[in-house]
């Protein structure tokens, strides 16, 4: 019967709907993190001088703000993440949820 209720919700067009958005979503996420931490990396590898050059005639150098944006876009990524998965794709899971144990109950 666990079978049944699997097939149900797997051939569930929303559920082929919830998987590619979450998919196509979870890839542009990754994509735009890594490009933000590998930047960071690559800067601090490869242009040492802009990295090590003070910002005006303080002791501060660009490394730093660099390092907080990072850190900050990891924050900011996570929280679209979050609200983005507790809003639609709750929504849609529900949804297939309630489809899939209405179905069980006519079979029963």
């Known amino acids: 019967m666990e079978q049944d209720v699997v097939q149900r919700v797997k051939s569930d067009p929303d559920y082929r709907k919830l998987v ?27 242009d040492k001088e802009l ?29 679209i993440y979050v609200r983005r998965a507790n809003g639609e794709y709750d929504e849609l899971t529900e949804a297939i949820k309630a489809r899939a144990l209405a179905k069980t109950k006519v079979a029963a």
């Open 20 to 46: 590619a958005k979450r998919s196509r979503f979870g890839w542009i996420l990754t994509w735009s993190m890594m490009v933000v931490y590998y930047g960071f990396t690559l800067l601090c590898a490869f």
């Open 51 to 79: 990295m090590g050059a003070r910002i005006g005639a303080g002791v501060m150098t660009w490394a730093i703000p660099a390092g907080i944006f990072v850190i900050l876009f990891t924050i900011v990524v996570t929280a």
